[in-house]
């Protein structure tokens, strides 16, 4: 999962830089592996900064300084394909045709395929093992068949339409076009999200133009007249016109669920669901689920989320079954998502680092722990042992989600189903396997539904995380082994110590 954004200025005078780099802050969230920035300057000369960390410290004031032009590209990762090596940190640029930029989130299905023809029959120069590269290839490739010296909207409207039919998977894509303008596509199926939306220009007349992964960028920004890109959809921003077309429609869009339970931050409205409304509705059906397997025998005292995603879910359950709500666990919020951090052994540890038990709220009690989902065990089982730890009678633990039993290949890295805990095993086995007392997972209708409802013209989602249904339908028990080979812990360890070897050549 990665954060992306694009704007252009309408004054050519102002930099993009400053605003590009507040998006990345707003969508830190959403990858802490990676940043990178690449602007536009006059006659269409690109500048670049891109590394391995946080936002705070790949963007130094004297790199920042040197990122002039009124447009851009942004990009926050963390890695599912390829490597965390700095060389693949993004936004990726090509020269020919015309010098193109960008930043991609999702993760494309028949890489193998797209690779063996860019090289054997475009003859185009891979230089990493990201499925983005691939993707912007793919893009330029097709724009490289036009033959023209200067190139106009239908143009790229006919690279995309022809993208579209190549590359199957998850993407949304942020395109920069150097002296031309700023492109904003999704995916035929709508899996990954992006938002576009506009404001009057703060220093002339016209409009400022920004795509963005998510809504609160756009609103912490000041723009308005947001909306979603629409899945299979191309919005076209030159220096003179806004120019769009929904090339493809699918008979269902299929948004990632997994976004309104984990990713997008509360504050954000994804495809028309506003997300903290949403994690409400999920409180509210868990609750109806623990009221109904505990029955007469409910002797909880107190309800306690897991910061942060899970407190919307965890404030609603507790009204429902009329409980207390408490904050029984201290964040150091300088620590990062541990769901997201590569290897098993990190996670563990900066469970620890991340998370501090308060014993008074949990001395003697029967408490019920509210998480959004459990996904390797990792972060449950270490926080159920110190509620444990500092006196807890019985814990009892929550999960807004279903049970995810299967490997996700659009974009989020859970890939490999030996990592998640409750892959093969009864809701019993994970309650074991984290040391709980029992166990509560949401119902994926439920879940479905705490979504829905907010939008009833989605009548479908991607929850292939859930059920093993993959919305592209090119998913097979073949390329599920390879991907659980190419993404599992220890290749990502050695691909790390590769990395660092790697990153030594590239300028951050």
Known sequence: MCGISALLLADPAQAAVTELLESLGLLQHRGQDAAGIVTCGHKGRLFQCKGNGMVRDVFTPG????LSGSMGVAHVRYPTAGTPADSEAQPFYVNSPYGIVMAHNGNLTNDNELRHFLDYEAHRHINTDSDSELLLNIFANNLQKTGKFRINEQDIFSAVQGLYGECLGAYAATVMLAGFGIIGFRDPHGIRPLVFGRRKSLTGSGYDYMFASESVVLDALDFTDIEDVQPGEVIIVSKTAVTRRRLVVEERITPCIFEYVYFARPDSTIDGIPVYNARLDMGVKLARKVRQELGDAMDIDVVIPVPDTSRAAALQLSHELGLPYREGFNKNRYVGRTFIMPGQET?????????????????????????????RGTTSREIIQMARDVGAKKVYFASAAPALRFPNVYGIDMPTGKELVAAGCSDADVAAAIGADHIFFQDLADLVDSCRRFNPAITTFDTSVFDGKYVTGDVSAEYLQKLEARRSDAAKQKDMADGETIGLHNYK
């Open 63 to 66: 790199r920042l300084m040197s």
């Open 347 to 375: 996670r563990r540890k900066n469970v620890r680092r991340k998370l501090n038990a308060m014993p008074t709220e949990f001395k003697g009690l029967n408490v019920l722990l509210v998480d959004d989902s459990i996904v």
